[in-house]
């Protein structure tokens, strides 16, 4: 549903440029979701020039069903949602929900005086733009927002916001058999020769970072896999094939080790965006959301020892 709305946000905009704003992403990420689109499609879907963009005839046809869907979709939401359900939609980038949901439903039936707890549902999406574009668009009530230091892709124009892990390190993903697994931290210089996997989905400022990082460390990196399932790319690691960038939360598995990268030449953090009024208070989430993520740091030895030595903090 999100890609119809970036159809119609365009064509409602007449540019990209304006239509991302309203989206709360960024340019480029809105121009590259509109080519996989376009792809997936089969066809040009709009004509492109300095003065903005125009529907093409495919284009104009596959908008009108865009927005019939649409409508069609809202009215049965409309129609689908008793009037006194109490509900909570919380998105996440990445692992950190698994955590997050059951302390944040835990927290919530404990307080004897906030009433009947609202029911939490969970959205995972790798790209942080479409979670805030959610939250724009009411899907979302908050999200767990992971973006890019230096190559911040989301744009929280209006949205309500607060970093929790103001510098997180970005892990790589190697084969446990890898002649450089053994390591406690890997030289990006020294993965000059591997093929990389990204996730064609993910926030694009990962990929920017990234390549502008093995370019510091003079090599660009190639890229031979793109993989928007997760199993997929791990599995792809596990058999040698190639490397990949990694959330340090993320667990080691009997085939796969991720090692930081020595001196975090591609960092992150983590923030907590959510829509005013909240359904659950901000400070609530906030402290779920951090107690959440120590507990995820203590549960990975790699991270917790890198955690430790690097003084990782939480604001």
């Known amino acids: 549903m999100r890609h119809l709305r970036f159809l119609v946000a365009v064509a409602d905009h007449g540019s990209i440029t304006r239509a991302a704003a309203s989206l709360g992403m960024s340019q480029p990420s809105l121009s590259t979701q509109l080519k996989r689109i376009e792809r997936s499609v089969g066809g040009r879907v709009f004509t492109r020039s300095r003065l903005g963009v125009e529907a093409t005839a495919f284009g104009r046809g596959l908008l009108a069903r865009a927005r019939s869907v649409l409508r ?3 009215g049965l939401l409309a129609a689908a949602e008793p009037v006194d359900d109490r ?8 692992v950190l929900l698994s955590a997050v949901v059951p302390r944040l439903v835990a927290e919530l039936a404990a307080d004897p005086h906030a009433g009947p707890p609202p029911t939490v549902r969970a959205h995972i999406d790798p790209a942080a733009t479409v979670l805030v574009a959610m939250m724009r668009a009411g899907e979302l009530d908050a999200a767990v927002v992971s973006d890019v230091i230096d190559f911040g892709t ?4 209006a949205v309500p916001n607060a970093a929790v892990v103001p510098l997180e390190p970005v892990f790589v993903a190697l084969s446990r058999r890898h002649p450089l697994a053994g390591r406690a931290a890997v030289d ?3 993965l000059a020769g591997e093929q990389w996997c990204v996730n064609p989905h993910d926030n694009p400022g990962w990929l920017a970072a990234l390549r502008a990082a093995c370019a510091r460390a003079g090599f660009g990196p190639r890229v031979a896999y793109e993989c928007s399932h997760m199993a997929g790319a791990r599995a792809l690691v596990a058999g040698g094939q190639c490397v990949a960038i990694a959330d340090p939360l993320s667990a080691e598995g009997q085939d796969v080790v991720f090692r930081p990268l020595a001196g975090d030449p591609v960092r992150g953090r983590v923030d907590l965006a959510w829509v005013d009024p909240c359904p659950v208070p901000p400070a609530l989430l906030r402290k ?7 507990d995820m740091v203590d549960h990975n030895p790699t991270y917790r020892r890198w955690w430790s030595e690097h003084g990782g903090v939480l604001t």
């Not at 509900?87 to 990445?94: P, Q």
């Open 188 to 190: 990006l210089a020294d």
């Open 154 to 157: 989301v744009d929280y124009r």
């Open 288 to 294: 779920v959301v951090a107690e959440s993520y120590l």
């Open 72 to 74: 069609e979709m809202n």
């Open 87 to 94: 509900r909570f939609a919380l998105g996440d980038a990445g």
